[in-house]
């Protein structure tokens, strides 16, 4: 892992840990501090990886679950990742 991915990934959890303890809700903070940081960050960790990125006002919820009911039903597997 390059110093500058380990160093986004770093300032990220910690930005996540210190909204956590100051007691913050959902914040884009953490993942613009990386960005900062690094700005090829979502592209180096995502190497290799196939992302479904569900984004949005409304529907995030239902369109994730349909999504990983496509996939369960494929007998594919599945991460969730949310807040």
Known sequence: MKIRTFFA???????RGLLRLLRRGGTAFPGRVALKVYPQVL??????VRVILVTGTNGKTTTTTLVGELFRATGRTTHVVGN
Request: a positive charge; hydrophobic letters at 55%.
């Open 9 to 15: 990934v770093l300032l990220c959890k910690l930005a």
């Open 43 to 48: 592209g180096v960790l995502s190497r290799g």
